[in-house]
């Protein structure tokens, strides 16, 4: 699909410090929180989301072009920093999606201000321990071994990250992974407190995960559908677990349908 909705980049001030939100589209709000590698631009999935709702895609405190809080050290600061963000923008009401590690920090948010999350997206999320597999350890998995796997086809992967990558963007990937290992090292993407924390949200939620996500396992998504109350699980065939980059379209469509009350 080609862009068909403008975004524009700004950059807003939270606690002295540069956080970069990248925008598009009108409507009810939506915010997309990105995966632990970062978000790489405008993605179809945030265009067609466009079509219908505001949506912001921040680069979360210490992840992009944003400002780094030497001082965060688990997923619930960044949750934290999140949800005061929002403050500073005067935002008091959204729909919040979830990709991947940018799911486990939604769980987190909704723990802390349900009332301001009108409807919650988790997609592949981690956060919580697998009880059968393991959370793919991305701190000693190369960054190409490690996108690949989050694909279930490999023309996918080469269709989204084909190409040379320049210095700029390697010290960005760089620096993401390693404000990943600072917030989520030990214990390796997971929190042991929020499991105890997520039968409280009464926040309408839908799940989704890949058929084929070799980076979280299924059984994530399970748990998070027996802990949340107000929880459905969908599974998208012939997706891994960047489902956002490789069923756009499928994504965006169950997102649409949870947003609008289907």
């Not at 991947?100 to 939604?106: S, T």
């Not at 999350?117 to 350890?137: F, H, S, T, Y």
């Not at 023309?155 to 990943?180: I, K, P, Y």
Request: aromatic share 6%; hydrophobic share 45%; net charge negative.
């Amino acid at each position: 699909m080609i862009a068909t909705t403008q975004s524009t980049a700004r950059d807003v001030e939270l606690l002295k410090q540069k956080v970069r939100l990248l925008e598009g589209g009108h409507g009810e709000r939506v915010w997309v929180l990105h995966h632990s590698t970062g978000n790489p631009g405008w993605l179809d999935l945030y265009d067609r989301l466009a079509q219908s709702y505001a949506v912001t895609v921040p680069d979360m405190p210490g992840f992009g072009a944003s400002g780094r809080p030497d001082w965060a050290r688990d997923a619930r600061d960044l949750a934290i920093l999140m949800h005061l963000l929002l403050d500073e923008l005067s935002i008091d009401s959204l729909s919040l999606v979830g990709l991947g590690f940018g799911g486990w920090i939604a769980a987190e948010m909704a723990t802390m201000q349900q009332r301001r999350i009108k409807k919650l997206v988790l997609v592949g999320a981690p956060g919580v321990l697998p009880r059968e597999g393991e959370i793919l350890d991305e701190m000693v998995t190369a960054f190409d071994d490690y996108i690949r796997a989050g694909f279930h086809d490999v023309a996918a992967f080469e269709r989204e990250f084909s190409g040379e990558v320049d210095a700029e963007t390697q010290d960005v990937r760089e620096l993401n992974r390693e404000m990943t290992a600072r917030l989520a090292w030990r214990p390796y993407m997971y929190s042991r407190a929020l499991p105890h924390l997520l039968p409280a949200v009464q926040t309408p939620t839908l799940i989704v995960w890949g058929s084929d996500d070799r980076v979280v396992p299924l059984d994530c998504g399970r748990h998070y559908q027996e802990l949340l109350p107000n929880a459905r699980l969908e599974v998208i065939e012939g997706a891994g677990h960047l489902v956002d980059m490789e069923q756009p379209e499928a994504l965006a469509r169950l997102i649409a349908a949870h947003l609008t009350g289907g």
